[in-house]
């Protein structure tokens, strides 16, 4: 009775907290734009897309992704096979576990009407699956505390996820062991299911002794043959219906043996009533705990691969992206393979901001999602770490849950930048990426954060003493403002100088994507590529500083690979870009 109270209450939790999370995906939101769609918009449109791709030619891919995604782990496997065993260790063993033993009686006893716990195949396919799990868990263990991948983070919630294994594993393990040699509990069981004689109850002891490992008092070895022949049939008649040779339980059967001298100790202890009740309640917290923890992964990490193998943001429906989103954040694993490849993952070597790390990203992606109010600290972190990303893709490729991490990070820092947080980096090769997404953005939403990062270098409190602020639309050259400094800084590399070698001939800005897209570029863009290295040389900063070519620059490369003189020109106004940069540092604190 408190076994089914305990499970009963455990399977209403764990009921509660996966509606609870499924409901997250449908009221949470990332981009702004998104969270103006309601909740009831969001659910019929899940709904239509899913009756869509079931009744759509789109069926087939997702059987595809089934066998080779979710059952195979195909992604897992082409990254590493040490992962992938890993991987298919924890997650079949770990499933069958859960359905056929901790949830025997509501599911393997339907299904098996001849089912007993201690009866083959299933004593022996429990001690499987259990080894399976644990060779999972030996592989989680090795790579993140004796191999130490770089980069790898291990977190309490990792932790408290592997002891839960470990409690659930090992004491089943120890229990069953206790269990196989238990004197109290053979007898028990010869009271309740056997009306034997003195005789036979002693040629049963015997037999038990001798094949099934259990330790009795007052039998000394040799048995006499004939006892334990009898014993056998004895044993046939009465109790091989329910109990197959516990070898078969091999995990189980090495305890026992291990734990043969101290045997009846043990059993008269009482040790496995309390290992049981440490057993099952550790299982039904792990239970419950799971729609809590990064395990919801095992449900949510199949829904995501399935959804991404069918979705994509130019044709579907916007309201589905933004709950695939949020279920996206659920599906993360915390297994660090996005880390590992990605391409700014070095620079957590000089820079220690943990959330430049994908992997790492994801939980404070959640708490931005869920409405949590971070520090100004935090934030900041969080926007240095979306903003160095080079927009490469490998995390999204690399990922074994199918995330688009690559999608999820454009919408996270375009929802940052509309809530008006200056950030500088935007005006970084960044701004590339922008460009090319620029058709996901409203003119006002793509134009917005430059005009917010720029004020910083426009305003006349902002800009260091010694420069003045002119009215940005009305630049001009004055060389009474040059600064013969910019000249000294920028020919410090070898990028920065090659602008000596420019004379002027306007390829680079014939070249330009920018200059191409206004009908009037030296209005609307102030200087023009070949000026700004031009006003570079006569070290006009104010001019090059406020001009709308410095801040707009894609980072494209076109300029620089069509110069006939070899000039550096993208990679020298990324310098007087970092200039300006460190310009606004020096500022008081007051003034970012």
Request: proline content about 4%.
């Amino acid at each position: 009775m408190f076994y089914n109270f305990i499970l009963y209450v455990a399977l209403a939790i764990f009921v509660f907290g996966l509606f609870y999370k499924i409901s997250t995906w449908f009221r949470y939101s990332l981009d702004n734009r998104s969270g103006e769609i309601p909740t009831r918009r969001r659910i019929t449109g899940a709904a239509k897309g899913i009756a869509g791709v079931l009744f759509s030619a789109k069926i087939l891919t997702l059987i595809k992704v089934l066998i080779l995604d979710i059952l195979l782990q195909r992604k897992v496997l082409k990254e590493s096979f040490s992962r992938w065993l890993t991987h298919i260790c924890i997650f079949y063993g770990f499933t069958l576990l859960l359905l056929m033993h901790a949830l025997d009686s509501q599911i393997t006893a339907e299904l098996f009407t001849d089912y007993y716990s201690t009866l083959n195949p299933f004593l022996f396919l429990r001690n499987i699956f259990g080894a399976l799990v644990i060779i999972g868990i030996f592989g989680v263990v090795a790579r993140r505390f004796i191999i130490k991948s770089p980069r790898l983070f291990t977190d309490a919630t990792d932790r408290f996820l592997l002891t839960i294994f470990a409690v659930i594993l090992f004491s089943g393990i120890f229990l069953e062991g206790i269990n196989i040699s238990s004197a109290g509990w053979f007898q028990s069981m010869v009271e309740d299911y056997a009306d034997l004689d003195e005789e036979e109850l002693t040629a049963l002891e015997i037999y038990w002794v001798t094949e099934f490992g259990v330790v009795l008092p007052d039998h000394q070895t040799p048995f006499d043959d004939n006892l334990i022949a009898l014993g056998e049939e004895i044993h046939a008649s009465n109790c091989a219906e329910c109990h197959s040779n516990p070898r078969w339980a091999f995990m189980g059967y090495v305890a026992a043996k291990a734990i043969t001298p101290f045997a009846l100790e043990l059993d008269r202890s009482d040790l496995s009533t309390y290992l049981w009740y440490l057993h099952f309640l550790a299982c039904f917290v792990g239970l419950a705990y799971l729609p809590f923890s990064k395990m919801i992964h095992l449900v949510v990490g199949p829904l995501t691969l399935l959804a991404n193998a069918v979705m994509d943001r130019q044709t579907s429906d916007p309201a589905n992206i933004a709950t695939r989103q949020i279920m996206e954040l659920d599906a993360c694993t915390h297994c660090g393979i996005c880390t590992s490849h990605c391409s700014v993952g070095v620079v957590y070597e000089q820079i220690p901001n943990a959330y430049i790390l994908p992997s790492e990203k994801i939980a404070a992606v959640k708490a931005l999602a869920s409405g949590k109010n971070l520090s100004a600290r935090d934030l900041k972190n969080i926007q240095e770490g979306l903003f160095l990303c080079t927009n490469c893709t490998r995390c999204t490729a690399a990922c074994p849950v199918g995330i688009n991490l690559q999608d999820l990070w454009f919408t996270v820092r375009e929802a940052l930048l509309e809530k008006g947080y200056p950030e500088l980096l935007v005006l970084s090769p960044f701004s590339l990426y922008r460009g090319l997404n620029q058709k996901e953005l409203t003119q006002h939403q793509y134009e917005r954060p430059v005009h917010v990062a720029r004020k910083v270098f426009t305003d006349d409190r902002q800009l260091p003493a010694s420069h003045s602020a002119d009215d940005s639309k009305n630049v001009g050259l004055n060389l009474n403002r040059a600064d013969k400094s910019l000249n000294k800084l920028l020919s410090f590399s070898y990028q920065g100088k090659s602008y000596w070698s420019c004379y002027g001939c306007v390829t680079c800005s014939n070249a330009c994507p920018i200059v191409q897209n206004f009908d009037d570029p030296v209005k609307d863009l102030n200087l023009l590529p070949h000026q700004i290295i031009h006003a570079a040389k006569l070290g006009l900063v104010d001019q090059i500083f406020k001009a709308n070519m410095l801040w707009y620059c894609l980072g494209c490369y076109q300029c620089q690979d069509y110069c006939p003189q070899g000039v550096q020109v993208t990679d020298v106004i990324h310098e007087i870009k970092n200039l300006a940069y460190l310009c606004f540092r020096r500022l008081p604190a007051s003034r970012e």
